[in-house]
């Protein structure tokens, strides 16, 4: 019994192994064979352990239904429709408005009669000096028709950006790891209701768990992809041309020519002023050096004797 159960366990923690590695072209041939997985889940075949798998498990029961080019065996060969292809859009717009406030609530109306939403919104500035940036959301299927819309807003389209991510061959692979990831998860369940032995149901309980965290986990991916491909983002950054001021300039006025002498006279007095209240507080520093530089000139200084005169004969 134990050894029926270690095989069926490494049999499914195999076949997990395989569903994550597999290929967007295998996960599309198996789209094709989901009830047959689930029929796959049926009990083991008498002759086998309690807990032995059958055999192949669910995922390659339908691969030895499939025949060389993919398809399910007996199907028709047009059977299955073509996918629709999952692209993630983003737009980055530069705009130039002749007022901000003004144009920030206009894309906000954009974005709200497109049956979008706001993401985020700053602001920043006053009057001419004011930008902003608005955030918003909108169906796929309204991507362009808001860009129009807001390119009509502005004076000036200083840049645009649109870009897409094309994420469908993610999305199918996660979708062949989920189907593999349920279906382990359903025999684990089948073996989980008929072990015995404690250490059985502990050993299966932890599989299960971690089954089950994976399958959170895809699912959660899957959900992620398909809601970001359904709402584009556009983000948009806003700002007015500055308005320069021109001033005047005065002409000549005998009033001014005035205040500006009496300012420069002013101006020129309190410099002398600065200049003799320096040298009054220095005065106990440079005053005895002078007195006592005047004192050895004197002391070391002598008066030249007058030239001799020769007598005349």
Request: hydrophobic share 40%.
């Amino acid at each position: 019994m134990r050894r029926g159960l270690i095989i069926g366990l490494l049999a499914l923690l195999i076949l997990t192994a395989c569903g994550g590695t597999a290929q967007s072209t295998g996960a599309t041939a198996a789209a094709g064979t989901t009830a047959g997985n689930d029929a796959g889940a049926a009990p083991a075949p008498a002759g086998g352990g309690p807990y032995d798998t059958g055999g192949a498990a669910p995922a390659e029961e339908a691969h030895q239904k499939t025949d060389a080019t993919g398809q399910q065996a007996g199907a028709a060969p047009n059977a299955q429709a073509p996918r629709e292809r999952l692209v993630i859009r983003t737009a980055t717009l530069q705009l130039l408005v002749e007022n901000v406030v003004d144009a920030e609530a206009l894309v906000r109306r954009v974005a709200d009669t497109r049956g979008g939403f706001v993401l985020s919104s700053q602001s920043s500035g006053e009057d001419s000096q004011r930008q902003a940036t608005v955030s918003f959301k909108v169906p796929a299927n309204r991507f362009d028709e808001a860009i129009t819309e807001l390119g009509k807003l502005a004076l000036k389209v200083d840049s645009l950006d649109v870009r897409g991510e094309d994420v469908t061959d993610e999305y199918v692979d996660l979708e062949s790891r989920l189907r593999n990831l349920r279906a382990v998860e359903a025999r684990l369940q089948q073996f989980l209701s008929e072990a015995k032995r404690i250490e059985d149901l502990l050993q299966i309980n932890q599989q299960l768990s971690e089954i089950q965290g994976q399958i959170e986990q895809t699912q959660g991916r899957l959900t992620y992809l398909k809601e970001s491909a359904a709402l584009s983002t556009i983000t948009v950054s806003l700002y007015a041309k500055p308005v320069i001021q021109v001033v005047p300039e005065e002409g000549w006025s005998p009033t001014t020519t005035a205040r500006a002498a009496a300012k420069t006279l002013v101006a020129f007095g309190q410099g002398l002023a600065d200049i003799v209240i320096v040298f009054a507080i220095w005065a106990p520093l440079w005053l005895p050096l002078l007195l006592g530089a005047q004192w050895l000139r004197r002391r070391f200084s002598r008066p030249t004797p007058p030239p001799a005169q020769v007598p005349q004969p």
